[in-house]
């Protein structure tokens, strides 16, 4: 796939896991082309990946060229006049509808510092007469400041282009809650236009050119979507990694950023920060000195510092978050009611608790509103009429090291035992699962096989080629392009997953790997659909010259070995593939 959108993971590798996401989503833009898609919210807290993973949906959608036109527009968080909202809108548009068209990147570069005029000489030249025809619209418009007219214009110009295009088109608007927030009637940004998302009432009905958005304050969308537009949108609630797509991460950032884990210490990684990818990200990207992701007793000390040091990532982020939420409750009692209720995360709590243990004197309407507030602010859970503390371990942590009784004690004392006994707990469960937890000890074999082919196989050909059986004569190892597991696309069928790919430059061997680290042995039914799920992939990615090998510690059955000569089929049971 080309990544014709910049992302802003950054490095396109860096994109993990969402398996579940890219195919549901993936899904629903398909359907578009059928009409059936209904405008959809993705609603997740801040940090885990919703961004991520609608610029990755926007590039698999721009790649695929079939009739479905992306656009993605983030909202910014800043004050702006509807007339300039409503231009930028609208160029961000034209400029990859045009991009798409003509499939030229160039265009889409321009998004950032092109204007209506040069935008128009672009249409004219390509030949997008109607699509000249609405910049000439938006340009007079802009001239005469007729904003509501204008905007009106913007927004229906991704389902009109469409339309008059015979094509379809998808609307990825980012951040969508601060459509009401920052978007104001005057140039003096006074006016704020508190239900400007009801202008998309019957825009987002629209079946040729449905909208999919995000926002980071779940509560402040979900209260828009339900008071704007009622009944428009599908609900898509975003969960953390699950567990195998969470190991891949840490093993994919560790790879990349040349920072060692063990098996011991990624899988704590997992557990500790509950497969949250923004978590993860800062314990290899922190800044502490101390920085050890290679032992239990040094992820503790990252994650500590992250979480209780003021200069720490998570911690800094998070409080930008909740002090940003407090002044918009604007409630004396808001701090000790979610700290109240962070303590007692594992269970409901009820008004007349909160009432009598912090001693407020107040109606329960008056008491529901206030917890209504948070609960929009993501401060705090709502569960069946109830509430409890939002149920993140970490983001517990955060907070009450800023709104503790007792800070101090907090931070050289509660926080450090709490998390020493978690993580000896954790410890424990390793070890007890380490048996016959499968998943993880392959995906472990996974991470240790690719290092050795992303490092070190090319610079010692002869020792590792030693390593391997029925090996062509011709064969080396390769300073290889990308070294990782490989997926099939989203809708591809048949689906299938391919443990190794190490992708070669022309002229070189490919190396395609099924990797097995368990007791039983590698049977001839498991090498023939190796062998189908490699000549997929071979095809998809255009290999030229491919080895396929097959690595497994269990070792193999006689009639295995004979299948995988006479198929030209490299392999090796030899465990020095899983030292460090």
């Not at 062509?472 to 392009?481: G, K, S």
Request: proline share 3%; charged share 30%.
């Amino acid at each position: 796939m080309r990544i014709w959108l910049e992302e802003r993971i950054g490095d396109p590798d860096l994109f993990t896991g969402r398996k579940k996401e890219l195919a549901y989503f993936a899904n629903w833009i398909d359907r578009t082309k059928r009409k059936i898609s209904q405008s959809t919210a993705i609603l997740s807290r801040r940090k885990t990946g919703k961004t991520a993973l609608l610029q990755r949906l926007y590039n698999l959608t721009f790649d695929r060229d079939d009739r479905v036109v992306p656009f993605y527009y983030e909202i910014r968080e800043t004050d702006q006049w509807l007339g300039d909202f409503a231009t930028d809108f609208f160029l961000n548009f034209i400029y990859q509808y045009m991009a798409f068209r003509t499939r030229k990147a160039e265009y889409l570069e321009r998004v950032e510092t092109g204007s209506l005029g040069h935008a128009l000489k672009i249409a004219d030249k390509e030949g997008f007469d109607y699509a000249a025809d609405t910049i000439r619209t938006v340009l007079r418009l802009t001239e005469e400041e007729n904003t509501d007219r204008l905007w009106n214009v913007a927004r229906e110009a991704p389902r009109m282009m469409a339309q008059h295009y015979d094509g379809f088109a998808v609307q990825m608007i980012d951040e969508f809650q601060f459509i009401n927030r920052f978007v104001f009637r005057d140039k003096a940004c006074e006016n704020c236009i508190e239900n400007l998302a009801g202008s998309y009432l019957h825009t987002c009905e629209y079946k040729n050119a449905p909208l999919l958005v995000t926002g980071s304050w779940v509560g402040w969308l979900m209260d828009d979507l339900n008071k704007l537009l009622p009944g428009r949108f599908t609900k898509y609630p975003m969960r953390s990694l699950p567990e195998d797509e969470t190991l891949e991460m840490i093993f994919r950032y560790s790879l990349l950023q040349d920072i060692p884990v063990t098996e011991e210490s990624a899988w704590l990684i997992a557990k500790l920060t509950e497969g949250n990818p923004f978590y993860i990200s800062s314990l290899f990207r922190s800044a502490f000195e101390g920085r050890d992701l290679n032992t239990p007793e040094g992820v503790r000390k990252t994650l500590e510092h992250e979480t209780l040091d003021l200069n720490g990532s998570v911690n800094a982020t998070w409080m930008e978050y909740i002090e940003s939420a407090f002044p918009r409750i604007n409630d004396v009692h808001a701090k000790e009611i979610v700290l109240y209720l962070s303590k007692r995360r594992d269970r409901k709590v009820g008004h007349s608790e909160i009432k009598e243990k912090l001693g407020l004197e107040m109606s329960d309407p008056e008491l529901e509103k206030k917890l209504k507030a948070l609960f929009r602010s993501d401060i705090i859970e709502e569960d069946g009429g109830c509430y409890r503390g939002v149920r993140d371990n970490i983001f517990d942590k955060v907070f009450r090291r800023s709104y503790s009784d007792d800070i101090h004690r907090f931070v050289t004392t509660e926080a450090p035992a709490e998390n020493r006994a978690l993580l000896e707990k954790l410890r424990k469960d390793h070890k007890r699962l380490l048996g016959d937890y499968g998943r993880h000890k392959g995906a472990f074999a996974e991470f240790a096989i690719t290092h050795h082919l992303r490092f070190r196989a090319y610079k010692e050909t002869a020792s590792y080629k030693a390593m391997m059986e029925n090996l062509p004569d011709d064969f080396r190892f390769e300073d290889y392009e990308t070294v990782w597991s490989y997926n099939s696309p989203p809708l591809h069928d048949p689906e299938f997953q391919i443990d190794i790919f190490a992708k070669a430059a022309k002229g070189g061997h490919s190396l395609l790997g099924e990797v097995k680290n368990r007791k039983a042995k590698f049977s001839v039914k498991e090498a023939r659909e190796f062998l189908e799920k490699a000549g997929e992939l071979a095809k998809l990615e255009k290999i030229g010259k491919a080895l396929l090998f097959v690595f497994s510690v269990g070792g193999f059955h006689k009639n295995t070995l004979a299948y995988l000569k006479k198929q030209g089929i490299a392999w090796t049971s030899d465990k020095r593939w899983l030292e460090k």
